[in-house]
């Protein structure tokens, strides 16, 4: 394996999913991750592969059965290797082309709401990859297209045709972003307002709205900031740039919702999201719940878990069990425990 701090590990649990309790920097947080890299080659805590190594070693290997399919992701100096029951996949496009869907929650939830707005650019896409093939392929080549144009604009020297270039493939694929994130947040508004009064148990009016960063027409914006961005040797406009306006009661969140509505406020972003990913991606997705049952209080615990599909599979990690005496039962959901580099049964 070599993931994270395990030289190797096998589970095997049951399909509800596990509880795993341990001390803090034991690795429970890894063993999520692993199942997320495993689901959706997507880590919460890095960008880079390499990264997720033990270190010392030469790479990582995870293999699962997940969703009732085989699953096997090996990275290394030479990049990665994937397969699906038994047949080598030539691309990640094919690896998740019927692969499962996750819904990611922790305490850094919390800057959903009120850090800055890279952190809710990261939740819908994340969101959009896993529902659309074609705002994944989007979202790869317009960051690509924009590292590229920036560099351009760095060097200070005149580069129009290239940069001309790069700004055709900016405005084609920064169109889809564009247009699927209004998508998104028109479905998930409703959505969220939901589970926030189901969580909070009151009547918090929450309302979501896209903010495009380029407005309406993204090549006349392009346009129009030329030369500025010349001037700041950076690109200013896109959807690298948009932003989602979270507001309570009709008053941003991040100013005026105290810090329980914003925690509530991050918990329902996470359900409309594991909401959405059910009704578009046509399959439950799996839950993954970094310890974020210690700040909240029984009653935001209890409407969280109550509002959970009960059919999905859920994975939490957590110090203690103190919180579960006051908490729905949640099955057969596997106990383990976190220590020393081993995870055992309880």
Not at 198 to 226: C, F, H, M
Not at 235 to 247: I, Q, S, T
Not at 257 to 277: H, I, N, P, V
Request: aromatic letters at 6%.
């Amino acid at each position: 394996m070599d993931f994270r701090c395990f030289e190797s590990l096998d589970l095997e649990v049951p399909a509800e999913g596990a509880i795993l309790t341990g001390d803090n920097a034991q690795g429970k947080t890894s063993v999520l991750e692993a199942i997320c890299v495993l689901v959706r080659l997507h880590s919460p805590r890095t960008h880079r592969m390499t990264a997720m190594g033990r270190f010392g070693g030469k790479g990582f290997g995870i293999a699962g059965d997940p969703w009732g399919s085989e699953r096997q992701v090996r990275s290394s100096r030479e990049g990665l290797f994937l397969k699906a029951d038994e047949e080598t996949l030539p691309s990640q496009s094919r690896y998740l082309a019927d692969g499962g869907l996750v819904v990611w929650m922790g305490n850094e939830d919390l800057e959903l709401v009120r850090g800055p707005g890279e952190g809710r650019r990261r939740y819908l896409d994340f969101l959009g990859a896993q529902i659309d093939p074609a705002y994944r392929r989007s979202w790869s080549r317009y960051r690509r297209a924009l590292r590229a144009k920036n560099l351009l604009l760095k060097e200070g020297r005149p580069r129009d045709a290239e940069i001309l270039s790069y700004e055709e493939i900016l405005v084609e694929h920064g169109t889809v972003l564009m247009q699927t994130r209004a998508r998104l947040i028109a479905e998930l508004a409703p959505l969220a307002a939901e589970a926030q009064r189901a969580v909070s148990g009151k009547d918090e009016p929450l309302t979501l709205n896209y903010l495009p960063a380029s407005g309406p027409d993204l090549r006349e914006s392009i346009l129009q900031a030329r030369e500025r961005e010349t001037r700041l040797r950076q690109a200013v406009v896109g959807p690298h740039r948009d932003e989602l306006d979270l507001r309570i009661h009709g008053m941003p969140a991040a100013e005026f919702a105290s810090e329980g509505q914003q925690r509530t406020l991050a918990l329902a972003l996470k359900l409309a999201q594991g909401t959405l990913l059910e009704r578009r991606g046509g399959k439950l997705p799996i839950y993954l719940m970094d310890d974020i049952f210690g700040e909240l209080d029984p009653s935001r615990r209890n409407a969280l878990m109550n509002h959970l599909p009960p059919l999905a599979q859920k994975w939490i990690t957590t110090t203690h069990l103190d919180w579960m005496r006051e908490t729905p039962s949640l099955g057969d959901i596997g106990r383990l425990r976190v220590g020393d580099g081993k995870v055992t049964f309880t």
